[in-house]
């Protein structure tokens, strides 16, 4: 599944689809292809691209993993400026690459761990081509082979088809529910929501409404193995948090610029020992110690154990699980009173319904 760095590449590229605010003299609005008979399950539909060829770009947006294209629809009876500002509709159309999802370009089509190589533009499996041509009006002169040169194109290609594309909803909603983007996120905000939780830090790295959104699973570990802290490590000091936050950061900023420069992600990172499992004991990291591969926050988490250690209780911890487990017990409690009262209220309408009954046959014998 593409994480934030490769989303983050994939947006870059989008913007070449920018054109409001330009020199252009000459709206430019998209044109659109639909090359695949088999889109994904969420795809917009005929009327929406209507709708999307009547539209300019004029800005992509990411937040987590998702992608958004902020487009302004033209509209047709504008006769001078100030009334196309006021009679212009801002829409959005959204991109969620799912396990195999890309944006690609022709000069540009990035690679993933889930996808063989393809030199070839289009990619196989492209549901959805974006082009817009950024000629003006002084280019009326140019001939086509210049004007080629000033269309802009990308596309969004996905073999598994768990990705989703819509004009608004869904993704829509699922993007206001979104917690702080990870690349963008308040470092002092951030140090607050994860120190002294209860919840494993994986856990919460990784529940996109959560903390921050666009962490997944290998930015997790790597920033923990650059840390030092065992994955389900629960109540992280200020100073552990805080790490984390600096770490994050230089995560995301260093793999972003090793994606725009086609270049490989630092030696010493973890991302290049964790995928071969092989059996345990067998894999071990740039520094030679041995990697060993645990369940935490519903995935599979590489760590070194040596570096990667479960650390006590913190002071205070104790107190605060006594609370958390009487509230717990508490709710239990409930939950089975209230089990028991349901159970009860059953047998009580079966007896209902028996009494019934056997009233009807008494009755029909009579």
Known sequence: MPELVEVENF???????VTHGSSNKVPCCLSVETPSP?????????SDFEIIKRCVVTNVERKGKLLRVVLLEQSSNSTTSSNQQQSD?????????????????PDNI???????????????????ILKVNKRSSSNNGMDQNDNDDLTSCVAFSDPRRFGTVSLGEPLSLQWEELAQDALMHNSQEFIQNISGQKKGIKSLLLDQRAVVSGVGNWIADEILYQCEIHPDQRFLTVDEA????????????TGIECLSLHQDYPLNWLFHHRWNKGKQGTQKDFNGKTIAYVQSGGRTSAIVPTLQKMKSSRKGSKKEDKVIEAAEVRST???T?????????????????????????????I
């Open 110 to 128: 990035p690679s993933l761990e889930s996808l063989t190589t393809s030199d070839s533009f289009p990619p196989p499996h492209t549901h959805l």
């Open 11 to 17: 947006r870059q590229l989008m913007l070449r689809l």
């Open 337 to 365: 009173n209230a089990s028991q009262q349901r159970k009860q209220q059953s047998k009580q309408k079966l007896r209902n319904e028996d009494d019934q009954n056997n009233h009807v046959r008494r009755s029909k014998r």
């Open 333 to 335: 409690k409930k939950f």
């Open 242 to 253: 805080t790490a984390l936050s600096i770490c994050l950061n230089k995560v995301l900023q």
């Open 38 to 46: 088999t889109p994904p399950k969420i795809f917009p539909t005929d």
């Open 89 to 105: 509709k801002k829409l959005n159309l959204y991109f969620h690459m799912g396990m195999t999802g890309r944006i690609s370009c």
